[in-house]
């Protein structure tokens, strides 16, 4: 439906299309399709760099590309630290995490950042960390790990009616 919509270019406002694109980047982007995301993400933050959500789909996408640029990395994450946003704490730990993990292919530093941000995260800010925590762990077939972090953290994925959707 997103892709039928970006074919309206002409009769649709930019406002219209620009969120259009945007869900279809997340779209792709929980079916685990980075890079079919990637370029779209890309236009989008082109078009509005400082739009916090334009940052956050193209970091996510590009540090997961073949061979991230970390120049480029590090002006989304600078972008990111300019935007108002009152989760920007959780998004530049879970850039910080997925930088280590997908770049620097440090499991150890990933994970202890991301453990780190549940002890204060709630709501979105929590279901947002535990997306990257649970992908990470996925990648290196590493469930019950993510499973045990749960345990450790006092987070149950079946009773706490802010992330229920999440699974």
């Known amino acids: 439906y997103y892709e039928s919509a970006l074919s309206h270019t002409k009769e649709t406002k930019a406002s219209y299309l620009s969120k259009a694109e945007h869900e279809l980047v997340i779209a792709r982007m929980k079916l685990g399709k980075y890079d079919d995301a990637l370029d779209i993400a890309k236009k989008s933050y082109e078009k509005f760099p400082m739009n916090s959500f334009n940052i956050d789909a193209y970091y996510r996408c590009y540090v997961r590309s073949s061979h991230p640029d970390v120049k ?96």
Do not use: Q, W
Request: hydrophobic share 40%; net charge negative.
């Open 72 to 167: 480029v990395l590090d002006m989304l994450y600078h972008n990111m630290e300019m935007s108002p946003i009152p989760y920007k704490k959780y998004a530049l730990g879970v850039f910080t995490a997925e930088r280590y993990f997908y770049v620097e292919n440090n499991l150890e530093a990933a994970l202890k950042r991301l453990e780190g941000l549940l002890a204060s995260a709630s709501g979105k800010d929590l279901k947002y960390v535990l997306t990257s925590l649970k992908e990470i762990c996925k990648n290196r077939d590493m469930i019950p790990t993510y499973d045990s972090i749960l345990k450790r953290n006092n987070i149950n994925m079946y009773n706490e009616a802010s992330i229920n959707d999440y699974e």
